[in-house]
C-alpha cells in the first residue's frame, strides 16, 4: 500500500499559478496509476489529471489546456501544475495512487486524452491541500 503527501497548496489571485506536489512512498514496482482529484465545498470529488507508467496523460475538459500532470521517477514525486487558474478551482486537491493496471482515459481528439477515472478506482490516497483562487 502507497503512502502519499500533498503539499504545495494556498492561496491565489484568478490567473495565477500553483504548484503541487505529492511524494510517494511504500510503492513497489509493476504498473501504476497516479492521478490528481479535487473536491469543492458540497460537490463530489472530481478526477483533474492521470499519469500511469509509461507517462501517459489525461485531464478533465475543465482544466485542459491549463494543468500539467508530471512525475520525478528517481524521487517518486507527481506533481500538478496549474497556470491560469480561475475561482472554480478553488477546492482540495487530493493525490491518489492505483498499483495495478493503467489509467482509465479516451482519446478526444486534437491531442487530447480525457481522464475517465473515478474515486472508486483508487485505494490510496493524501490527505489533500487547498487551493484557494479569488478574483
Known amino acids: 500500500q502507497a503512502h502519499l503527501v500533498e503539499s504545495g497548496g494556498g492561496s491565489v489571485q484568478s490567473g495565477g499559478s500553483l504548484k503541487l506536489s505529492c511524494d510517494v512512498s511504500?510503492?513497489?514496482?509493476?504498473?501504476?496509476?497516479m492521478a490528481w482529484f479535487r473536491q469543492a465545498p458540497g460537490k463530489k470529488r472530481e478526477g483533474v489529471a492521470s499519469i500511469d507508467t509509461y507517462s501517459q496523460t489525461s485531464y478533465a475538459d475543465s482544466v485542459k489546456g491549463r494543468f500539467i500532470i508530471s512525475r520525478y521517477t528517481s524521487k517518486n514525486t507527481l506533481y500538478l501544475q496549474m497556470n491560469n487558474l480561475k475561482p472554480e478551482d478553488t477546492a482540495m486537491y487530493y493525490c491518489?495512487?492505483?498499483?495495478?493496471?493503467?489509467?482509465?482515459?479516451?482519446?478526444?481528439?486534437?491531442?487530447?486524452?480525457?481522464?475517465?477515472?473515478?474515486?472508486?478506482?483508487?485505494?490510496?490516497w493524501g490527505q489533500g491541500t487547498q487551493v484557494t483562487v479569488s478574483n
Open positions: 491518489a495512487a492505483d498499483m495495478g493496471p493503467s489509467c482509465s482515459r479516451a482519446y478526444a481528439g486534437d491531442d487530447f486524452y480525457r481522464f475517465l477515472g473515478s474515486e472508486e478506482d483508487f485505494p490510496d
Open positions: 511504500g510503492y513497489t514496482g509493476g504498473t501504476f496509476c
